[in-house]
């Protein structure tokens, strides 16, 4: 299920677990669950607990804990339950939306395939070094299991159905920041690469914007058997006028190019928003 929490400004945080792996250890009670921490809180807790937290550079972790607001969302799984004792593998990624709109992600590696039995995690910034951790740990598990660890391995259709009927949209309650929202809205219009957008009748009235919010609006998703590396998101940016009307703009998020590329479109409606993603998506060949 995907988890988002709104916040913002720099946190402190410890890094996490030394070389020799040993303070990788189990995950302690958290008094509060990932919806309900700011992103520093989440960038700290996942430090805290990851046995490799010392390979992530500092300066990205100074942009991740002044992020806006974060999501947490499973990436793939993997069981095998007819050793000794079950063996699991999931993967995590962790979203971050920054203040100039970018996103930022950290892929969470957790694990019970060490000697003790407990989870143990890693972090990883990119694809490629997530990749190979992951080789290594389904190596150490061996045979069969469930999930995409492989390409013969398919997600239960039973189970993606639950998933997706479990998580539906979420809306944030809005809390609107008076800090530069003309500024936000020229920097989010001049991002948008679509060319049906909000006209200059939307943009003129934007700059007399009092305050804005940004939120991540998680859909259901039925995401394809095996490595899934389409990337959507939808944000809805709300800007508060003179006399207390509200104006929003959708921004869709994705990489439904034919080169891959992460682009940015804004739409005045989230239909219009929904109806492009299924529209790039049709034109790749790929499922929503």
């Known amino acids: ?43 700290a807790e996942l430090l805290k607990r990851a046995q490799n937290g010392f390979e992530i550079g500092e300066p990205l972790l100074d942009r991740l804990r002044t992020a806006l607001m974060h999501q947490t969302e499973l990436r ?21 939306l920054l203040a100039d709109g970018s996103s930022l992600v950290l892929y969470e590696l957790e694990h019970d395939t060490g000697p003790q039995e407990r989870f143990l995690y890693e972090l990883y910034t990119d694809d490629g070094a997530l ?25 239960p259709a039973w189970l993606a159905e639950e998933l997706l009927l479990a998580m539906g949209p979420t809306r944030p309650r809005r809390e609107y920041v008076s800090e530069a929202s003309p500024d936000h809205a020229r920097r989010l219009l001049r991002r948008a690469e679509n060319a049906d957008g909000p006209g200059e009748v939307v943009r003129e009235l934007l700059q007399g914007a009092l305050g804005h919010h940004i939120a991540l609006i998680t859909k259901p998703r039925r995401r394809a058997t095996g490595r899934d590396a389409t990337w959507c998101r939808f944000y809805e940016h709300a800007f508060l006028l003179e006399g207390g009307g509200e104006v929003s ?15 940015c479109e804004v739409y005045l409606d989230e239909a219009e928003a929904e109806v492009a993603a299924d529209r790039h998506a049709r034109a790749q060949g790929v499922e929503l």
């Open 131 to 155: 990749d190979a951790a992951e080789r290594r740990v389904h190596d150490r598990i061996g045979g069969g299991g469930i999930g995409p660890g492989s390409e013969s391995e398919e997600l």
């Open 76 to 96: 793939s799984y993997r069981q095998r339950n007819d050793g000794r004792r079950p063996l699991r593998c999931n993967t995590y990624r962790h979203i971050f």
């Open 249 to 263: 703009l959708w921004e869709l998020e994705h990489n439904m190019t034919a080169d891959g590329r992460l682009v």
């Open 1 to 43: 299920m995907a988890k988002t929490r709104a916040g913002g400004g720099e946190g402190e945080s410890g890094r996490g677990g030394e070389p020799d792996g040993s303070t990788g250890s189990e995950r302690a009670p958290a008094e509060q669950t990932p919806a309900e921490q700011t992103p520093a809180e989440q960038v």
